[in-house]
């Protein structure tokens, strides 16, 4: 059986989602001028391996694009169409790193969403403390350069699970806590005011779409498909207003 739709919508989020996103950014400083001559032509030889396999994965979807882009690679090649297609090997996967690296990425994603959530200007580099067991923090700590790279941190911290977060701004990954100490990142004054008004615009696209959810005429009548996506939208509002108003009272905090 087989379903295009679903294969290449799975080859367009690896790459943009993992190759691109993740593994790209987190191997550039290893491939820069002041890394060691061996280790960066290690992680060429790599990244050349990967984007081949990359580029033969694509080429049912984007025959044209792949093989133009597979004849830019250096060296003697034939052509991509006469590549056999790659086949998974399940010998050369490690659960354990795939754990771990999924665990990384979270941990830079909770850094990244308060910074969005909380408007802290993308220059500023923030202090990121990571709270758990020393066990738990292992991991991080080998990988810390990345985590203060990808996240814009000026200092990663290791706190132990005493640490109490009073006034940061707070993210659960499994079984570290990401605190982010605000103070000195953004005016609260001006961030609360703001936090209002997003609350205060939630609330009255909710009232409008619960409004007209608890129409019984309208979802009557009304087609499914419009129906569905109302309902997807009120429980999107209840969420996003649950969490806009976390973030004002943590905003608050600064200004009691």
Aim: aromatic fraction near 8%.
């Amino acid at each position: 059986e087989y379903r295009f739709n679903e294969a290449s919508s799975a080859f367009y989020q690896f790459v943009w989602h993992e190759f691109c996103d993740w593994y790209l950014e987190m191997i550039k400083p290893v491939l820069s001028p002041e890394a060691g001559e061996v280790e960066r032509q290690v992680q060429r030889a790599v990244l050349v391996r990967i984007y081949e396999t990359v580029l033969a994965l694509g080429h049912p979807f984007i025959p044209f694009i792949t093989e133009e882009l597979w004849h830019a690679l250096p060296g003697t090649r034939g052509l991509l169409y006469d590549r056999p297609y790659p086949v998974v090997d399940t010998g050369a996967t490690d659960e354990n790193v795939e754990e771990e690296m999924a665990h990384l990425m979270e941990v830079i994603r909770a850094v990244r969403n308060i910074r969005s959530e909380l408007n802290i200007p993308p220059g500023k580099k923030v202090e990121v403390r990571l709270k758990g067991q020393a066990e738990e923090q292992k991991f991080l700590r080998e990988h810390e350069e990345i985590v203060r790279r990808l996240a814009r941190a000026g200092r990663v911290a290791y706190v132990d699970p005493d640490y109490i977060p009073v006034k940061d701004a707070t993210a659960v990954v499994n079984d570290i806590e990401v605190c982010i100490p605000l103070e000195g990142l953004i005016d609260f004054g001006q961030e609360a005011k703001r936090l209002a008004k997003e609350v205060e615009k939630a609330k009255a696209e909710y009232a409008r779409v619960a409004g007209q959810l608890g129409n019984a005429r309208f979802t009557s009548k009304a087609p499914t498909d419009i129906v569905d996506a109302l309902r997807d939208r009120e429980q999107a509002l209840e969420q996003k207003i649950a969490k806009l108003g976390k973030n004002f009272e943590l905003v608050s905090r600064y200004l009691a």
